[in-house]
């Protein structure tokens, strides 16, 4: 059974690089078929999606978040992580990593629990 | 950038009552569209996908209709477990946008 765990600080202050890493295992990123990605969700609000990434490295960004955001894949530890600079109060969210099929099955059907990220001094 | 929007944002509703949600997009999705579940503290969970495919292991009171700019989700016969906030998402983009979310409470 495919699961995914996030890892990462949880209280990050501003200005700084948040760094968050996705663990799956239970089924491996290398096998292809599906993007794995992030997305957050502030306190009491919706979800937006960050960004996502093929095995082979395509990656996709919000173009919103793009100039702040970097994420890339460590097939052999089977990992994905994301990065996120420059920091603001903006940024507290709960960040989850997401598994999310290609082509018209297409819904993200995996997702780990979510870690909240706190921005503050 | 598709705009996705949800209608209502609130429903009210009693148990066994049939509930639609309507999720309208700014452009054209195809039927790349899918509806989530989720509850207070827990990660959204996937209910229908390709606009009206269920999920496995998903209640067959949970259906989902449209093609193009305009979905619903229907849950016929509420049961007390699906108290929740719903959201909708276009998976037409390279990353997908969610609507801003439905709560379904008790009336």
Same mark, same amino acid.
């Given at each position: 059974?495919?699961?995914?765990?996030?890892?990462?600080?949880?209280?990050?202050?501003?200005?700084?690089?948040?760094?968050?890493?996705?663990?799956?295992?239970?089924?491996?990123?290398?096998?292809?078929?599906?993007?794995?990605?992030?997305?957050?969700?502030?306190?009491?609000?919706?979800?937006?999606?960050?960004?996502?990434?093929?095995?082979?490295?395509?990656?996709?960004?919000?173009?919103?978040?793009?100039?702040?955001?970097?994420?890339?894949?460590?097939?052999?530890?089977?990992?994905?992580?994301?990065?996120?600079?420059?920091?603001?109060?903006?940024?507290?969210?709960?960040?989850?990593?997401?598994?999310?099929?290609?082509?018209?099955?297409?819904?993200?059907?995996?997702?780990?629990?979510?870690?909240?990220?706190?921005?503050?001094? | 950038?598709?705009?996705?929007?949800?209608?209502?944002?609130?429903?009210?509703?009693?148990? %066994?009552?049939?509930? &639609?949600? $309507?999720?309208?997009?700014? *452009?054209?999705?195809?039927?790349?569209?899918?509806?989530? +579940?989720?509850?207070?503290?827990?990660?959204?969970?996937?209910?229908?996908?390709?606009?009206?495919?269920?999920?496995?292991?998903?209640?067959?009171?949970?259906?989902?209709?449209?093609? %193009?700019?305009?979905? &619903?989700? $229907?849950?016929?016969?509420? *049961?007390?477990?699906?108290?929740?906030?719903?959201?909708? +998402?276009?998976?037409?983009?390279?990353?997908?946008?969610?609507?801003?979310?439905?709560?379904?409470?008790?009336?």
């Amino acid at each position: 059974h495919l699961q995914l765990q996030e890892s990462g600080p949880g209280l990050v202050k501003p200005s700084e690089t948040l760094s968050l890493t996705c663990t799956v295992s239970g089924g491996s990123i290398s096998s292809g078929g599906y993007y794995w990605g992030w997305i957050r969700q502030p306190p009491g609000k919706g979800l937006d999606c960050i960004a996502s990434i093929y095995y082979t490295g395509s990656t996709y960004y919000n173009p919103s978040l793009r100039s702040r955001v970097t994420i890339s894949v460590d097939t052999s530890k089977n990992q994905f992580s994301l990065k996120l600079t420059s920091l603001t109060a903006a940024d507290t969210a709960v960040y989850y990593c997401t598994r999310r099929g290609l082509g018209l099955k297409g819904g993200i059907d995996f997702w780990g629990q979510g870690t909240l990220v706190t921005v503050s001094s | 950038d598709i705009q996705m929007t949800q209608s209502p944002s609130t429903l009210s509703a009693s148990v %066994g009552d049939r509930v &639609t949600i $309507t999720c309208r997009a700014s *452009q054209s999705v195809r039927s790349w569209l899918a509806w989530y +579940q989720q509850k207070p503290g827990k990660a959204p969970k996937l209910l229908i996908y390709k606009a009206s495919s269920l999920e496995t292991g998903v209640p067959s009171r949970f259906s989902g209709r449209g093609s %193009g700019t305009e979905f &619903t989700l $229907t849950i016929s016969g509420l *049961q007390p477990d699906d108290f929740a906030t719903y959201y909708c +998402q276009e998976y037409n983009s390279d990353l997908g946008t969610f609507g801003q979310g439905t709560k379904v409470e008790i009336k």
